[in-house]
């Protein structure tokens, strides 16, 4: 293939800046219907990632038949051999409409590669492979045979079996027009002085979603151990990084409030949605309709601690906050009353089963931090906003 073509996407993978990093070919998909494209496997330093090639070996733009050949084969549970690899299809709990029509990308920036397909369905394929992304159609498919409306029904998906293992490819759900994310709602919101009218829905809609995930158990006292120990972690690895005094301060608040949960019901383990913000949820004008993308939030540290669906309200919580704060940085009010009205809302709304104020506070905490190590790890864009949202986080007066 043409390596200064798959070098540039590679910088982009990796972010190696001007260094060029090893990029070698492995294996190549090529469905027979999928015209003058093929999917490639990229080796790029220690990892590998997925891409379109046109017919002359170059990363191709756009691949149209290439997705839909690769669209049919996970709606109907086909299997593709490859050079090197083989696809493996499943077909969706919901059958999917015909994949006729054209082909034209998502229009959001997104770490996967992700097509619309005749404004009937999406088709997401995972760049990266290996990086958690097998959860996403497990939960996906879960919730869709559940009967949960709440997201975008599943057609389909697709492994990748290569010599290192199967890897999640791709999953095909339904598409959902005239919609927009949550953190465009609340922009428009502060922007335009809205009151946040959608949040007890947004909180009625999230417990929907942990009901029809199931699977919940009560927390054990090892489970309190696991979630104390990560937090512990997280803090130390932050502080390494920027912000020590600042992240400190946090790690102190954060064994205070383990300290009050572990004097509380302790809110259930059990599956969750796993990076639930304000940007995975789809607004139509009536307010929050699917929730979307369950793959794991992107870190540096990985989290062996169990799940529990308080940490899905907690990060919701925070990107409230967030979301006020990078609006009023670029150039918008202040969003003190908006935010209040907007975490009174979502909690109000999602009813009887919130954790209790100790356990979410140490959740919420977590998560401030774990957004200061991303912001200086990967996004420095981020970095301000999450140093002011941990800052005012530790201002808060609390119940513990």
Known sequence: MRLSSAVGEARWYQGKGSADPDVRVTGTLAPPDGGDHALAIL?????????????????????????????????????????????????????????????????????????????RTVLKCYRRLGEGTAREPARVRALTAAGFDGVPAMHGAAELETPAGRHALLLLQAYVPGTW?????????????????????????????????????????DDLARWREHGRRLVGATAARNDRELVLAAGAALDAAWDAAARAPLPPAGPAHGDLHLAQLLFGASGPVAVIDFEPAPSLLPDPSPETPARDLAALLRAVDNAGLWTEAEGGPPPAAWIAAARAGIRAGYGPGAPGDASLRAFELVQAVHECLYAAAIAPFWADVARRALTTLLEEPCST
């Open 43 to 119: 080796a790029v330093g220690d990892a590998t990632y997925v891409a379109p090639l046109d017919a002359a070996g170059a990363l191709a733009d756009e691949a149209p038949e290439l997705w839909r050949a690769l669209a049919r084969a996970a709606a109907q549970g086909d299997e593709l051999e490859g050079d090197g690899c083989r696809l493996i299809g499943r077909a969706g709990p919901a059958p999917a409409p015909d994949l006729g029509g054209g082909v034209r990308p998502i229009g959001a920036d997104q770490t996967h590669t992700t097509v619309v397909l005749g404004e």
């Open 181 to 221: 994310d949550g953190f465009a709602q609340a922009d428009r919101d502060l922007r335009g002085g809205a009151e946040p009218v959608w949040a007890p829905a947004t909180g009625r809609l999230v417990a929907r979603m942990h009901g029809a995930l199931g699977g919940a158990r009560p927390a054990t006292a």
